[in-house]
């Protein structure tokens, strides 16, 4: 049987990482302590500002949400069904991103957690914006 070329194109791709790796190490123009605390202070800088863009968006939202129900009393059935929906899933990421600017804080926050907090709340912050936008039908008083 003849063998694929999958498994050397594999090994050669790892023998050329390893060599760039060392070839990177030996010309870096800092140490590799001063190095790691560039990284570190890259992580925590990148982290810092995922925070506060977290923060700010929560705080939107809150806003968004207080409109909501704010109007809410003027619309129709239809369109308070709608807006039940659109308050209940922002109140679940209000929630979400709430517990994440706490595990952010205690420093059990992972990256890929904080920015799909992120993603939720944008996403409901969209959806009540848009809500909110458009003309929703009201209930007429009775005469």
Do not use: C, W
């Amino acid at each position: 049987m003849k063998k694929s070329s999958g498994g050397k194109i594999a090994a050669g791709a790892a023998i050329a990482a390893v060599a760039g790796y060392v070839a990177g190490i030996l010309t870096a123009p800092k140490s590799g302590k001063e190095t790691r605390a560039d990284i570190q202070q890259a992580a925590t800088k990148a982290r810092a500002e995922a925070e506060h863009k977290l923060k700010s968006l929560h705080s939107e939202l809150n806003e968004l949400i207080d409109q909501g129900k704010e109007i809410s009393g003027k619309l129709s059935l239809r369109a308070k069904k709608q807006l039940a929906a659109a308050l209940a899933s922002a109140i679940k990421a209000k929630e979400k991103a709430r517990e994440m600017l706490s595990a952010v804080h205690e420093g059990g926050a992972e990256d890929k957690d904080l920015q799909s907090a992120i993603d939720d709340v944008n996403k409901a912050i969209a959806h009540l914006k848009k809500f909110l936008k458009d003309d929703h039908e009201t209930e007429t008083p009775s005469e």
